[in-house]
Every structure is written in structure tokens, then in C-alpha cells.
């Protein structure tokens, strides 16, 4: 069960039961708040000790009404699912050759994931070693399935989908269309106050590198809508608007002058994503689709779904827990970005077109596009901390060392990883339909890639 679950539930089982005991024992309660008072010196011992009053009874059990009413309404929205799974069976996605390395590397991913697989409803791992490939699913497509994820099903690619907003800005750069130095004022003339606002003069670079100072989230992620939603697992950004997001940028103080300092931004992003969808009707979908899609040949790649893809949709799970054979679960709503939120998470993806992609960035393939995806890669920010390209992070491998390019994703049902060597012999991408983060597998499989697969003398 994912942290922001646990804190839900907690929050609401604690006032359901402060709520039964104001019911059923107005005076426990009320001495046992008495002496609390008391032993703070909040009031006098005389207070303290007095009986309780009718009426103060009475107003005890009318709060205790209002939080057992107000629990079990909660918990009664929220999408809850139980029961009993059987055996967890991988299976090997289609399309791969069976000769004895194939073998091997299937052998060796199904060894890796295994132990993780049960923390999770569904997976589907992705894996090169070699220019040699495997796709395995492992758990289901959804709790009320017995169907496990293959290379067709669809799931939610979350902030993954920013690394392809910054291969499409890497394209643009390519293409003469715009220039990594250029201001959002500059390319958006249309918006009131933006040009004298302390937001004028982010670059390009800037957002794609997370040093814009722009807020991480959207400016709405605290109202009660928002709150509601997270607390029933629904649908975050469905009805956010192009005009709050233009809005926020142009008024919102910036958390950091621009380029001083690494802040990841959602808000960012999707400013980023909406900039570059401009050429194309404001569709963020469409931009994907022309500068990464077609090129790359992945044809269930997208922000919105047709119904074949619809129906190989995984079901997304805010919480997923399995004791033994048994499971508990909630089930979460898929979110649907706008086209002004897409380009910071709003892609969906199945493991073969993830397989092309991994493939193509590792530079395995080639196409129209290999010059974005190697100048993508290239690092524009560093801290101490922090090495950044356009969206994708620098890092090593703690175990062996190796360097990797990656990135990772999360919404409010599913989450993502992806990650390959700099010297493009190993990549891996993990799905998932639930919200446990998956980077432990991803980079578990990588060290075990190195490990099995030495550097040829």
C-alpha cells in the first residue's frame, strides 16, 4: 500500500474510531480529555474532576454521529477490492526468438522480478542485453482478471512521459523551429502579464532541465476537489485548463530565480509540452505522434485511446496488499491529462512500443530521429547532485558502477521506469498497475545485466 494511501485510510479510521468512542463512552472520553488538559496545565483540577453534564453528553454524541457518519461515507466512496489470487504465473511476451541467449536472459529477468512481482497487481518488464530482448509479464492485467500483462497491454507512462516531451524539444532545436535559449514571454505573446512577470524570462533549457523555478505542482493540487480525489483515487487532471496553467505561470512567485537552481516541476513540463503542441492545434497528441511515434513505430503510444486500445487498458491500483494468496486493494481512476498537463505525464504505452524505444535511444536502431535522441541525452545541468539532459537523468549504478541514462513515472494507479547503460548494451522498463514505485526492479535487473554480461576483454 503507497504512502499517500496509508495516510488516507489512517486519517479516516482515526476519527471513525474517535468518532464510535464520543458515541458510545461520551464520559470516558470526556475524563480522559479532562486529565489531558489537566496534566498540561490547561485547566484547573476542580475543572478537571467535575461530572459530566447531560447537555455535554449529548453534544459528545452528536460529534461522535457526525465523524462515524463522515468515516463511513469516505470509506464507503472509495473504490475498495478483496479477495484471492492464484498462483503467480510470468509469461513471456510475443515476438521473441527462442534460442539459448533469449533463454538465458528470460531466465534471468523471471529470477530477478520474481521476489518483487507480489508487492505489485501487474508488471511488464522490458529488457535488452546484447541486442538480445525479452518481454515478461508478471501478477494481471487487473484483480478481477486471470490474464497477465503482455506486450499489447496499455499502461500509464506518468512523468516518463516528460522525457519524450524532451525528445520532441530536442526535434524542434533540430528542426530550426525554436531555440533552447528562447523565453516562454517570447513564445507566448498571447498571455496577459506574462512579459512583466518574474517568469518572463525561463528558457527553454530551463524547463526541460528543471530549473525554471516554477512550482512542482499545479496550483489547484491543494483545493478540495483535488483533496477529494486523492482520497477516492480519481481522475487528478482531468478538467484543468489551458487558462490556469498560462494563469499560474504568469502571477505564481517563482520558488528560485531561473537556471539557479534544480526544482523538479511538474508545472514545467506541462508549460513545455503545451509550447511545443502549438505547431500542432495545442494536441499534445498529435506532437508525439508526428515527432516520436510514427518515426520510432509505436503505434499504441499516445494521450487519448482508441476502443481496441481501451480494451487493453490495465486496471490501475492506488494500494495493492498481498498477504499470502490474499489481497487488498483500491482501485484508482485513469487520469486523463488535458493537452496543457500531457507533456508532464499524460502518455499511455504498451511493452512493445516500449521495447522500440528503449532500443532506439540505446542506439540499437536507427531512424529519422536518432539525432533528437542523441542530443536529448546530453547533459545541459549539473549539481553535485543532479545530472540532467532534456528530462533524462545521469546517473551510476551503485553495485557496479555503470553509468545509466534514465527516468521514472507514477500516477495515480500505475508507475514506471526506465533506464539503459550510456554504452547502450543494457536497458530495462518496468510498468506496473500499481503506485509502488518499480525503480528498485529496474535497477536491480541493470546491476544484474552487468554482472552476467562482463565487458569483452
Not at 498571447?190 to 505542482?217: C, F, K, N, W, Y
Not at 498560462?246 to 516541476?265: D, I, M, N, W
Not at 512500443?353 to 540505446?362: P, R, S, V
Not at 539503459?420 to 528498485?440: E, H, P, Q
Amino acid at each position: 500500500m503507497d504512502k499517500a494511501a496509508l495516510i488516507v485510510v489512517g486519517m479516516v479510521l482515526f476519527y471513525l474510531v474517535i468518532g464510535l468512542s464520543l458515541l458510545v463512552f461520551p464520559d470516558a472520553v470526556s475524563r480522559a480529555r479532562n486529565a489531558l488538559f489537566y496534566s498540561i496545565r490547561a485547566i484547573s483540577e476542580q475543572q478537571a474532576h467535575r461530572p459530566v453534564s447531560a447537555k455535554e453528553r449529548t453534544q459528545s454524541r452528536v460529534v461522535g454521529i457526525i465523524f462515524v457518519v463522515g468515516s463511513l461515507f469516505i470509506l464507503f466512496q472509495i473504490p475498495w477490492q478483496i479477495g484471492k489470487l492464484p498462483e503467480n504465473t510470468p509469461s513471456v511476451g510475443e515476438g521473441m526468438a527462442k534460442d539459448a541467449s533469449d533463454n538465458a536472459l528470460h531466465q534471468l529477468v523471471t529470477e530477478i522480478v520474481s521476489p518483487f512481482a507480489p508487492k505489485h497487481a501487474g508488471l511488464i518488464v522490458v529488457t535488452i542485453a546484447d541486442n538480445v530482448s525479452d518481454i515478461t509479464g508478471f501478477g494481471r492485467v487487473s484483480l478481477d482478471s486471470t490474464i497477465a500483462p503482455d506486450s499489447k497491454t496499455l499502461f500509464e507512462l506518468g512523468s516518463l512521459s516528460k522525457v519524450f516531451t524532451g525528445i520532441a524539444l530536442a526535434e524542434s532545436v533540430n528542426r530550426a523551429e525554436v531555440s533552447l535559449q528562447a523565453t516562454i514571454a517570447s513564445l507566448l505573446p498571447q498571455v496577459p502579464d506574462l512579459s512583466s512577470s518574474e517568469a518572463a524570462s525561463i528558457t527553454l533549457e530551463q524547463l526541460v532541465t528543471h530549473t525554471s523555478g516554477l512550482p512542482r505542482m499545479p496550483a489547484r493540487t491543494f483545493r478540495f476537489a483535488q483533496l477529494w480525489n486523492t482520497i477516492v483515487a480519481g481522475d487528478s487532471y482531468h478538467d484543468y485548463t489551458e487558462n490556469e496553467l498560462l494563469t499560474l505561470v504568469a502571477k505564481k512567485s517563482l520558488k528560485s530565480a531561473p537556471g539557479q537552481e534544480f526544482r523538479y516541476s511538474n508545472t514545467g513540463f506541462a508549460l513545455l509540452g503545451y509550447i511545443l503542441s502549438q505547431r500542432y492545434e495545442g494536441e499534445y497528441q498529435a506532437l508525439i505522434k508526428t515527432m516520436i511515434a510514427e518515426p520510432l513505430g509505436m503505434k499504441d503510444t499516445g494521450v487519448t485511446l482508441n476502443n481496441d486500445q481501451e480494451s487493453r487498458f490495465a486496471t490501475g491500483y492506488r494500494s495493492y496488499l498481498r498477504i499470502g494468496p490474499y489481497y487488498f486493494a483500491q482501485r484508482a481512476a485513469h487520469w486523463n491529462f488535458p493537452d496543457c498537463m500531457a507533456g508532464a505525464g499524460g502518455l499511455r504505452s504498451t511493452a512493445n512500443d516500449m521495447l522500440a524505444f528503449l532500443a532506439a535511444n540505446m542506439e540499437l536502431t536507427t531512424s529519422a530521429i536518432t539525432p533528437a535522441l542523441q542530443k536529448s541525452h546530453a547533459i545541459l545541468y549539473t549539481t553535485d547532485d543532479v545530472q540532467i539532459g532534456m528530462a533524462w537523468f545521469h546517473d551510476t549504478l551503485p553495485a557496479s558502477g555503470e553509468a545509466i541514462i534514465w527516468h521514472n513515472g507514477g500516477t495515480g494507479g500505475f508507475s514506471s521506469f526506465l533506464g539503459f547503460s550510456a554504452n547502450g548494451r543494457f536497458g530495462v522498463c518496468v510498468l506496473s498497475n500499481s503506485t509502488r514505485s518499480v525503480d528498485a526492479i529496474g535497477e536491480t535487473l541493470l546491476e544484474a545485466l552487468v554482472s552476467a554480461h562482463p565487458q569483452p576483454a
